[in-house]
């Protein structure tokens, strides 16, 4: 059975373990619908020209975790912030983990999905957000019909999360092949401030495939600052749509660190409602092997005098495949726009491959708009001067492929997650550049 027909069969099934009596049983059965009709996407859309799922969907995926799975910290301990106080909300083969996550309904609230999807008091909140501004494509109306379990963030108006949160989800390997569907709910009140960092992580061999969906809203001057790592096993693949809707005044800052994976595809995705916004997208892909990231963006003005910023720098090695298709749509009525696009690439090596593709749809006359692509290898002439000074030329490659992601990774906020990434870039170039990690 193809993997589209066990879906749709699952779906009666899943509908028996959750309350079809809460607010999101007719939305879940219009999403299934769309599937359906939809179905996975093909290399016969434009936006996936160069990413095929094909291999990735092939495998027999288990849809529901057969049993709860326990981890022991020390095992898994690598994988946070360890130094650095946060909220955590945890979760193995798609359950949470209660002995492994940190949450709070103080002030502000860091729970899970299932209690917002279910209970009677969230119900407000659930009718005004969920499901409002993600896309009804094929894979988010997947996700949205088996939503069930995830991360619940609320910062009420005019409140400061007192630490960042991390939002960790494990598979454990204890499936021949899984799938996982995480569903994050974010809401960001008038005047407030959070700090959140993601993670997919395979503990196993064994193939995985996460279709993640986060929703945020950042209402007027909120401030969200969301990073997202990933730096999985080689045959764990993860499709992650995130949809960004900001109110006037509010900063949204998403930075993505892609250094491993089977294939990685990011849709990313903003929406500005109201004027002041300044919506901003980083990002540092480090890929070798046959490894493929994605990176495909939409920052969408509709008001005036809003900016938004993107820079993503790739570097590819061996085999590795990388894509960037990034958009900005300039409405008429969002004069004064400032937009900025960048995707500066090196390869490596000459079977490495990037398709880049940045665009502007600009429908005002009174903007700063700009786009622009580089692709290329490491400078001759610098790797030179530097192995003239006693420089070997592993470490002097290393070093002025560091330098050229740089300016990116200087945007991070939270120094421990900043000291975090030197560590893993470090690795991924297979030297110790000398820094403080």
């Not at 607010?23 to 016969?44: L, N």
């Not at 975790?65 to 910290?73: G, H, Q, T, Y």
């Not at 994976?261 to 002041?276: D, H, M, P, S």
Request: charge should be neutral; charged fraction near 25%.
């Amino acid at each position: 059975m193809e993997l589209k027909d066990k879906l749709v069969s699952s779906f009666l099934a899943f509908e028996n373990t959750v309350d079809v009596d809460t607010a999101v049983h007719d939305i879940r059965s219009q999403a299934i619908k769309t599937f359906e009709e939809k179905g996975f996407p093909t290399k016969k859309e434009e936006a996936w020209k160069y990413t095929s799922l094909n291999a990735v969907l092939k495998h027999d995926y288990s849809i529901f975790p057969k049993e709860e799975n326990a981890l022991d910290f020390k095992d898994i301990k690598k994988y946070f912030l360890h130094d650095l106080d946060t909220y955590k909300i945890v979760f193995i083969d798609g359950k949470y983990s209660s002995h492994l996550s940190e949450t709070t309904h103080d002030k502000i609230d860091v729970c899970l999905m299932s209690s917002a999807l279910t209970h009677e008091k969230y119900r407000p909140i659930i009718e005004n957000y969920f499901n409002k501004v993600a896309r009804k494509d094929g894979l988010t109306s997947l996700n949205t019909a088996f939503s069930r379990e995830g991360a619940y963030i609320y910062i009420p108006k005019n409140k400061l999360a007192d630490k960042p949160i991390q939002i960790i989800h494990f598979s454990t390997g204890n499936e021949a092949a899984q799938m996982l569907q995480p569903r994050n709910l974010i809401i960001v009140g008038e005047n407030s401030h959070v700090q959140i960092i993601e993670r997919h992580q395979s503990l196993t061999d064994n193939p995985v495939l996460t279709n993640s969906v986060t929703e945020i809203f950042a209402d007027k001057r909120a401030f969200v600052d969301y990073y997202k790592i990933q730096n999985d096993n080689q045959n764990a693949s993860l499709i992650d749509n995130t949809y960004i809707e900001q109110h006037a005044q509010s900063v949204a800052s998403v930075h993505t660190f892609a250094f491993g994976g089977n294939i990685t595809r990011n849709n990313l995705n903003f929406y500005q409602k109201g004027e002041g916004i300044d919506s901003i997208l980083n990002g540092i892909t480090i890929i070798e092997g046959k490894q493929h990231v994605d990176h495909n963006t939409l920052v969408h003005h509709t008001e005036p005098n809003c900016e938004s910023h993107q820079d993503y720098k790739g570097i590819f090695g061996e085999k590795a495949t990388g894509v960037f298709n990034g958009k900005i749509v300039v409405n008429k009525e969002a004069q004064k726009t400032n937009a900025f696009q960048s995707n500066n690439n090196i390869l490596l090596s000459d079977k490495a491959t990037i398709n880049s593709k940045p665009q502007l749809e600009i429908f005002a006359d009174d903007v700063k708009c700009s786009h622009g692509c580089t692709i290329g290898q490491l400078d001759d002439n610098a790797l030179f001067y530097m192995k003239s000074r006693g420089i070997g030329e592993k470490e002097a490659r290393a070093l002025l492929m560091y330098a050229f992601a740089n300016n990116v990774l200087s945007s991070v906020k939270i120094p421990q997650l900043k000291s975090r990434i030197n560590k893993l870039i470090a690795t991924k170039l297979g030297v110790n550049i000398g820094f403080d990690l």
